[in-house]
């Protein structure tokens, strides 16, 4: 059906073709590729022919006007020579026009060495539309999508003919002689795996033997690695600390030295100094006789406590002694002038004998200070 219908049209544009309806040819040519960037054209492009552009507006192929109404095309080919004519004086007039009036404008000064000047359009792009289009909003429910049923399964046809064929048992081969080869294949390669895992397990045993070997070699060597990196630490150690004794030494030296120094220079000094403030000092008091300063500080204080201790108990005794004597001289006054009763006398008796003991005693103790001293 399609191609019955596609006929039609070919025949139809072959006709118009023939008939040389189209005003409008250009020979075919391949497309230059689109650069990215702009830059100088190419040779080749320069040697190609120079593109010509049409205006749309002014193609006899645009309808104008009424689309309802008939535009006959001219049937043959060939134009009017008059018109030819006619079209080439007014395109002559209008080059001379374009030529006068650019001379009359100012030009724009050529251009410095190595750029030149590019045509570039001024003109609005853009053109306001004064008719309003009438829209008109129309809706349209489309069915939902239905499932895609599946897709058979491809059965090719048949080309040939089915024939059976019945085989017995001992016909074709016998199993003992045909199956001997097979085992003999199957016995061997299982030997041989056996050999390849007996020989892949000694491989083994060797590399494990390898590596502990390999790792007893390791464990010595880095047990002398430490060893080393720890004679080195003390070694390190060593050094400094000797360094620091050396360094520790010098400065005690160097501070001998400077005492020596300083004591030589304090001797020299002092030498004329020392006496005169030693005889300073003499004459302040300063300096004395231990003995002498001993018995003045010492012993005389301890003498004068001690007779004062003595005339403090001697006044003490005297004053006693003198209050008791006046008590009983007063008492004896007091009896005699009395007169004399029958229980007086004994009294009298007893306060003599206790004073008499009394003055004693005192005469007593002032007469044992005086020996102890």
Not at 16 to 34: E, F, K, Q, V
Not at 118 to 141: A, F, N, P, S
Not at 161 to 189: C, H, N, S, Y
Not at 233 to 242: M, P, T, Y
Request: hydrophobic letters at 35%; charged letters at 35%; proline letters at 6%.
């Amino acid at each position: 059906m399609a191609t019955g219908s596609m006929l039609p049209a070919r025949n139809q544009e072959a006709a118009a073709a023939a008939s040389g309806t189209y005003s409008y040819c250009s020979r075919p040519r391949a497309l230059p590729p689109r650069r990215r960037y702009r830059g100088a054209p190419a040779h080749s492009e320069q040697e190609e022919e120079p593109v010509r552009y049409e205006n749309l507006m002014y193609d006899r192929r645009v309808v104008r006007g009424n689309t309802y109404a008939l535009h006959a095309l001219p049937w043959t080919a060939q134009p009017d020579p008059l018109e030819i004519q006619r079209q080439r004086e007014a395109h002559r007039k209008a080059l001379a026009r374009k030529r006068a009036k650019e001379q009359l404008q100012s030009r724009t000064p050529e251009p410095v060495e190595g750029r030149k000047h590019v045509d570039v359009q001024t003109e609005l792009y853009l053109e306001e539309l004064g008719d309003r289009i009438i829209e008109v909003d129309v809706e349209c429910q489309t069915d939902a999508f239905l499932d895609r049923p599946p897709t058979p399964l491809f059965i090719p046809a048949k080309t040939g003919r089915d024939v059976a064929t019945q085989i017995e048992e001992g016909e074709l081969f016998d199993f003992d002689i045909e199956v001997k080869p097979m085992l003999e294949v199957l016995i061997g390669k299982i030997i041989e795996q056996a050999l390849l895992e007996v020989m892949e397990e000694e491989e083994l045993a060797n590399l494990r033997a390898h590596q502990y070997a390999y790792e007893e070699l390791r464990n010595a060597e880095l047990a002398e690695v430490q060893r080393l990196e720890e004679q080195e630490r003390r070694h390190r150690e060593e050094k400094e600390r000797r360094k620091n004794q050396q360094s520790q030494l010098l400065q005690k030296q160097k501070e001998t030295s400077e005492k020596i120094a300083a004591r030589a220079f304090a001797q020299r000094y002092l030498a004329d100094l020392i006496p005169s403030v030693f005889s300073s000092l003499r004459e302040s008091g300063y300096f004395y006789d231990p003995v002498e300063r001993d018995v003045e500080k010492e012993f005389l204080p301890w003498v004068m406590a001690e007779v004062d201790k003595t005339l403090e108990k001697k006044i003490l005794g005297r004053a006693v002694l003198d209050t008791l004597i006046r008590e009983v001289v007063e008492k004896r006054l007091d009896a005699f002038d009395q007169p004399e009763a029958s229980g007086q006398p004994t009294g009298q008796t007893e306060a003599s004998h206790r004073g008499s003991v009394q003055i004693e005693a005192l005469h007593q103790t002032e007469t044992q200070e005086p020996e102890a001293k």
